[in-house]
């Protein structure tokens, strides 16, 4: 299986001009979109044409559970401010039912996309034939990396300052795998599954990311002490790709040990490179040591697809509907998608109004110490773009 980085992608400015064999003649001038969709898929599936009318991009959004429809709606009023080029084909998901048609349907619309933009999606169903819908979309599209951004909002209040680490983490193997079973009575066994192919190409796109961002050092999270064939494989992947960047320091970390070096010392950190499970309880550490679940977004990349969200996955079922949920994070999601689309000068707007909002004027909600309500944050950062 020939490894193939996404990291050729002009996602972010992190990730622009990371090298890909495969997509190397294609021109300079394509959107990040474009570029992804020049490249074959690893994954064995049939490919939908891609809508794009008129410089306009369709764009797959699943609102997901909890705040998350209302926290859509507050993108949908800033990209019609804005007029931002994006037409929204929202999808969604009944977490009641005990079958996959609406995730089924869900997929085949990214896949006429390209691009998504979801909300945390529950699944309420203890049923052992119910996939969960998150894990369910990842893996049908093979997005296997996932890129959290952790940078410090200097208008929160948080113990450290100037925190910035990105997390790269594999998006669709570990205990994620999905695969368990009764062996005997009263005697679960769940698989984990880690294989040398996807553990390359998520390392590689991780040393690719540093090298081309300026980033000294990767540490790879593991607990190969224990899982010493799963995380060995992970682990000896990584140790091995290092000696093809040999300007970029590596080191390793077991899981226990990063969690409390990350409460404690969390500068020491620059591009953490790790398995599934143990990406998805390092993001909400480090989410949480920066302000909280509200602020950061996560992207998920396959070969062919991009999928943002939220960082932290979290659905807020609690305080949806009370006009106190933390918008930032979707908002945030959804700049990442504009640049991944190439729509830069519309991204660039939003951002930079979300910094003052934050930094600046610090409208905050309570969750990161404020007093504003939802709707205060959305519309002092669409009179920030007015400005």
């Excluded at 979109?33 to 049939?46: G, N």
């Excluded at 080191?251 to 790790?274: E, G, R, S, T, W």
């Excluded at 499970?277 to 070969?303: P, Q």
């Amino acid at each position: 299986m020939a490894v193939r980085l996404l990291s050729k992608l002009k996602v972010l400015p992190e990730i622009r001009g990371v090298a890909n064999a495969s997509s190397a003649a294609a021109p300079a001038t394509l959107s990040d979109f474009d570029l992804q969709h020049k490249t074959p898929v690893i994954r064995a599936q049939k490919i939908i044409p891609v809508a794009q009318y008129g410089g306009r991009h369709a764009v797959t959004m699943l609102p997901g559970g909890g705040i998350g429809p209302e926290c859509m709606g507050y993108v949908r009023d800033i990209f019609k401010y804005i007029g931002a080029p994006v037409d929204f084909e929202v999808v969604d998901i009944d977490p009641d039912v005990d079958n996959d048609d609406d995730v089924h349907y869900a997929i085949t619309t990214i896949k006429r996309n390209g691009v998504g933009l979801k909300g945390n999606i529950e699944t309420k169903s203890e049923a052992a034939y119910v996939t969960s819908r998150n894990v369910a979309l990842r893996n049908e599209l093979d997005m296997y990396a996932y890129v959290l951004n952790c940078k410090s909002f200097p208008g929160v209040t948080t113990r450290h300052k100037d925190i910035d680490i990105s997390i790269i983490r594999q998006n669709t193997e570990g205990e994620y795998a999905m695969l368990e079973h009764e062996s005997v009575r009263g005697v679960i066994e769940s698989m984990k599954v880690v294989t040398a192919s996807n553990s390359e190409r998520v390392a590689r796109f991780a040393f690719e990311f540093a090298k081309r961002n300026g980033r000294k050092k990767v540490t790879t999270v593991h607990k190969a002490n224990i899982m010493k064939l799963s995380d060995g494989l992970f682990l000896e992947t990584s140790r091995r790709l290092a000696k093809e960047y040999p300007d970029i320091e590596h080191n390793d970390m077991i899981i226990d040990n990063c969690c409390m070096q990350l409460v404690a010392k969390p500068h020491q950190f620059d591009v953490m490179l790790m398995t599934n499970l143990y990406g998805s309880i390092v993001s909400n550490v480090v989410c949480g040591l920066l302000g909280g679940a509200g602020l950061l977004s996560g992207r998920n990349y396959g070969d062919h697809y991009a999928v943002f969200e939220p960082g932290t996955r979290n659905t807020g079922t609690a305080i949806a509907g009370k006009n106190i949920a933390n918008p930032i994070a979707m908002i945030n999601a959804s700049v990442d998608m504009l640049e991944h689309l190439g729509h830069h000068f519309h991204a660039d707007l939003i951002r930079h109004a979300v910094d003052k909002t934050c930094n600046v004027d610090k409208i905050l909600t309570p969750d990161c110490g404020g007093t504003a309500s939802s709707t205060d944050v959305v519309n002092a950062i669409i009179g920030n773009i007015a400005d």
